[in-house]
Structure formats: structure tokens, C-alpha cells
């Protein structure tokens, strides 16, 4: 089930929420204690993955959880342009400057 609440909505019940630009985040260099990336990667160009991770290492002061589907096609979906298992979620993880500590399947 996908729920998509407006910006609007998600602020009247007390969420701070923040619309910008995935590759030019308006915040400040280490700024967020940390980020989940809940089913984000898979909907950004596998050529454009690494320069977004970037741009997120620079703004998280610590970790960064990643969550997408694996290529198993029962929970792929049309919208999803990039498909990632262990060994190339790594990778681009990695060459963004992340230390991978965890990774499962």
C-alpha cells in the first residue's frame, strides 16, 4: 500500500518536513545526525546514484540506513529504474564514502 500525504498534511501533524533537490540538499555539511533512505535508490539512475549518496554523506553526521527491494520482481514496481543487490548497493555505498558495516538480505 503507498500512502502519499501532502507536504502540508505531514507539517499539521507536527512532522518537519523539507522539499528540495535529492543532489543539492539545503542543509548545512554534517548538520542531520543520521538518514533513512526508505525505498528512495531504486527510483534514482543507477548513473546518478553515487553523486546523490555524496550529497547525503556530506549532510549526515553519522549513519545512513538504506532499505530497497532486492531484484526479486514480487516487490518490484514500474516506477523503480535501478534494481541493486548486496555487491552493487555496496559498491555504490562505498564509492560515495560510506563504510558499509551491515548488509542484509
Given at each position: 500500500m503507498l500512502i502519499d500525504l501532502p507536504l502540508v498534511a505531514l507539517r499539521s501533524i507536527g512532522f518537519d518536513v523539507v522539499q528540495c533537490d535529492v543532489l543539492h540538499l539545503s542543509f548545512k555539511d554534517n548538520s542531520i545526525d543520521g538518514a533513512f533512505f526508505f525505498h528512495v535508490i531504486e527510483h534514482?539512475?543507477?548513473?546518478?546514484?553515487?553523486?546523490?549518496?555524496?550529497?547525503?554523506?556530506?549532510?549526515?553526521?553519522?549513519?545512513?540506513?538504506?532499505?530497497?527491494p532486492t531484484e526479486r520482481r514480487d516487490?518490484?514496481?514500474?516506477?523503480?529504474?535501478?534494481?541493486?543487490?548486496?555487491?552493487?548497493?555496496?559498491?555504490?555505498?562505498?564509492?560515495?564514502?560510506?563504510?558499509?558495516?551491515?548488509?542484509?538480505?
Open positions: 534514482i539512475r543507477f548513473s546518478n546514484a553515487v553523486a546523490v549518496l555524496r550529497e547525503i554523506k556530506r549532510i549526515v553526521k553519522n549513519k545512513l540506513v538504506v532499505v530497497t516487490f518490484w514496481s514500474p516506477g523503480h529504474i535501478t534494481s541493486y543487490d548486496k555487491r552493487k548497493l555496496t559498491h555504490v555505498l562505498k564509492k560515495a564514502g560510506f563504510y558499509v558495516s551491515k548488509c542484509f538480505l
